[in-house]
Each structure stands twice: as structure tokens, then as C-alpha cells.
Nanobody, 123 residues
Framework: VQLQASGGGLVQAGGSLRLSCAAS????????MGWFRQAPGKEREFVAA????????YYTDSVKGRFTISRDNAKNTVYLQMNSLKPEDTAVYYC?????????????????WGQGTQVTVSS
């Protein structure tokens, strides 16, 4: 599957952005989808994940209550709604697809990755 992330940009602290990740292929609904981010000089970190059906969602503690992951299997797209953005959210955001829900926080569990989209939050 090929993934194409979009929706990044420059926003002031407290603002919102919605990232999208469009997937090619007819098997999108068979993948667990995740969002990761990587800030300059830091390792890539888990942000959020969503089960194949979209019923179950998972977040890293720092974004709980501010970010929402969702998916539309009919459109082969996963979203990350980001509200109340903070300067520390600045990073390149990547979407990724995994065949297993187990280990959803681990980047090495994901087989396919999008190209990344830059999110910059100014203070």
C-alpha cells in the first residue's frame, strides 16, 4: 500500500490542523493505521493509532484530549485532527500502516510509511 500524507503547515499556538493520509489499494481496511512524528534532533515517536474498524483508538499521553485519530475506510483515508496545538508539537508527521494491532506504539511494527508532512507551531 502507498500512503500520501497532507495537511501540515504553520499555525500559531492554540490553533488547529487536520492531517490526512490517503492510501492506495483496496485493502486499506485490513490495516491498523498510525501517526508518528519526528522533531529535529529527536527520535521518531508514536502519536496515535486506530484499529481496522476505527472503533479503537490509542494516543500518547502528551496529545490525549487534543488530538483525534479517525478513518474513513470507504475513502481509504486516515485523519489526525490536532487542536490546541503547542510549540512542542512541531515535527514532521508520518502516517503508517501495520498488519497487527499488537505493538502499535512501535514504529518497527509498521510496514508502510507515508512521506511525512511538516507541522510547525509558533509561540
Amino acid at each position: 500500500v502507498q500512503l500520501q500524507a497532507s495537511g501540515g503547515g504553520l499555525v500559531q499556538a492554540g490553533g488547529s490542523l487536520r492531517l490526512s493520509c490517503a492510501a492506495s489499494g483496496r485493502t486499506f481496511s485490513s490495516y491498523v493505521m498510525g501517526w508518528f512524528r519526528q522533531a529535529p534532533g529527536k527520535e521518531r515517536e508514536f502519536v496515535a493509532a486506530i484499529s481496522r474498524s476505527g472503533v479503537s483508538t490509542y494516543y500518547t499521553d502528551s496529545v490525549k484530549g487534543r488530538f483525534t485519530i479517525s478513518r474513513d475506510n470507504a475513502k481509504n483515508t486516515v485523519y489526525l485532527q490536532m487542536n490546541s496545538l503547542k510549540p512542542e508539537d512541531t515535527a514532521v508527521y508520518y502516517c503508517a500502516a501495520s498488519v497487527e494491532l499488537y505493538g502499535y506504539r512501535r514504529s518497527d511494527q509498521y510496514l508502510y510509511w507515508g512521506q511525512g508532512t511538516q507541522v510547525t507551531v509558533s509561540s
